[in-house]
């Protein structure tokens, strides 16, 4: 888990890039369709910040008791006016950064509910760098504007993947036993993310000789694992290549999808 001032700064990243699309939005692009499927632009902009309504001003107590989700109706009301969406993004977002302001090391380390499972209220903030992250991309990629996928945003988004590496490897992509893929990551983030299969599909620290190298950069590796954009638009751009067993390496370039 990331230090309280990281996940403080990769917030505050991810709310700057709400709060700045919500400045500069046209009147057609809140209504333009995002890379989520049933939502435009302005369904995920409503979706993103009602959980942050939802979790201002609270902290687990435990484990198995959710933050208060009753709350994001109260917020999602009278928020199809764009207007009045900016001005209580930009009210729920201060909330929260005076809630961040707020937290103690220790904080993190309590018990939480999170969508994943029990876990803690910091991995839980890891989630919502997450879901921010990848939401922000929802909207920049069907609209052809640039982001920056740099920083400790991009840093733990990348990580809710790798994190879950080994099951993508074995169970969505199907990797066999005694094979192994290397997933070599170009930029802006640069990684070699290597899984071995020895009983389970498994990270492991290095592959001198791969079965398979997957390359991509590492926004298409996320948005891909997230199942937002198209593998065959991507292998036909070349975003998407690999070398050594050509069909281990073609069904790893469709089926990294893990999450939606």
Same mark, same amino acid.
Request: hydrophobic letters at 40%; charged letters at 25%; proline letters at 6%.
């Given at each position: ?178 094979? @192994?893929? /290397?997933?070599?990551? &170009? %930029? ?7 899984? #071995?299969? $020895?009983? !389970? ?35 036909? @751009?070349? /975003?998407?290549?690999? &070398? %050594? ?7 790893? #370039?469709? $089926?990294? !999808?893990?999450?939606?």
């Amino acid at each position: 888990m990331r230090s309280l001032d990281e996940i403080r700064a990769a917030l505050e990243a991810c709310y700057a890039a709400i709060e700045g699309l919500c400045a500069d939005l046209s009147e057609a692009d809140w209504t333009a369709q995002s890379l989520c499927p049933d939502w435009v632009v302005r369904d995920v902009i409503q979706h993103v910040v009602s959980i942050e309504a939802v979790m201002a001003g609270w902290l687990p107590e435990d484990d198995r008791t959710p933050p208060p989700f009753g709350r994001a109706a109260s917020f999602l009301e009278g928020t199809d006016d764009p207007a009045v969406l900016a001005q209580s993004v930009g009210a729920v977002l201060a909330e929260r950064r005076r809630d961040l302001s707020e937290l103690t090391p220790a904080d993190l380390d309590r018990p939480s509910w999170m969508p994943v499972g029990p876990g803690s209220y910091g991995r839980f903030l890891e989630i919502r760098v997450f879901d921010f992250w990848v939401h922000v991309r929802d909207i920049t990629i069907p609209l052809g504007r640039s982001t920056d996928d740099t920083g400790l945003a991009a840093e733990l988004a990348l990580a809710q993947v790798e994190s879950s590496i080994g099951y993508i490897a074995g169970k969505k992509v199907g990797v066999p036993e005694g094979s @192994s893929i /290397a997933f070599q990551l &170009t %930029g802006p983030l640069v990684r070699e993310i290597d899984v #071995a299969v $020895n009983g !389970r599909a498994k990270q492991v620290e290095h592959l001198d000789n791969p079965t398979t190298t997957l390359t991509t950069d590492s926004t298409t590796f996320i948005m891909l694992a997230c199942g937002r954009i198209d593998p065959q638009a991507q292998i036909d @751009s070349g /975003a998407v290549s690999w &070398t %050594g067993d050509g069909e281990l390496g073609e069904r790893a #370039a469709r $089926n990294l !999808r893990f999450t939606m």
